[in-house]
């Protein structure tokens, strides 16, 4: 994680479903987060080959972006003591 971002990307897809397959098939990992959006596990600077490689099947992301950590999320990770986390 660098300055709130992880390396995932978001997209959003009418068909998340057939786009996770398809990544998959292409050996990017993804996860369905909604109904209509995937976390996948790539870079954020190589968007372009995700939106390749479900384009090649016929699925168009409606949105791609940077999956960002929210601020209480990094809040909660910089006071939680790690030995209450390992309790």
């Known amino acids: 994680m660098s300055r709130g971002?992880?390396?995932a990307l978001l997209?959003?897809?009418?068909d998340a479903i057939s786009a996770q397959h398809v990544l998959h098939n292409a050996g990017v990992?993804?996860?369905q987060v909604d109904p209509e959006t995937l976390?996948?596990?790539i870079a954020p600077n190589r968007g372009s080959f995700v939106v390749e490689?479900?384009?090649r099947q016929g699925l168009y992301p409606?949105?791609?972006r940077p999956d960002e950590v929210?601020?209480?999320s990094v809040f909660l990770q910089l006071t939680t003591d790690p030995q209450e986390?390992?309790?």
């Open 11 to 14: 997209v959003r897809i009418d």
């Open 70 to 72: 929210d601020l209480e």
């Open 29 to 31: 990992a993804a996860r």
């Open 53 to 55: 490689v479900l384009a």
């Open 85 to 87: 986390v390992a309790a």
């Open 62 to 64: 409606r949105e791609l």
């Open 5 to 7: 971002r992880t390396n």
């Open 39 to 41: 976390r996948v596990e």
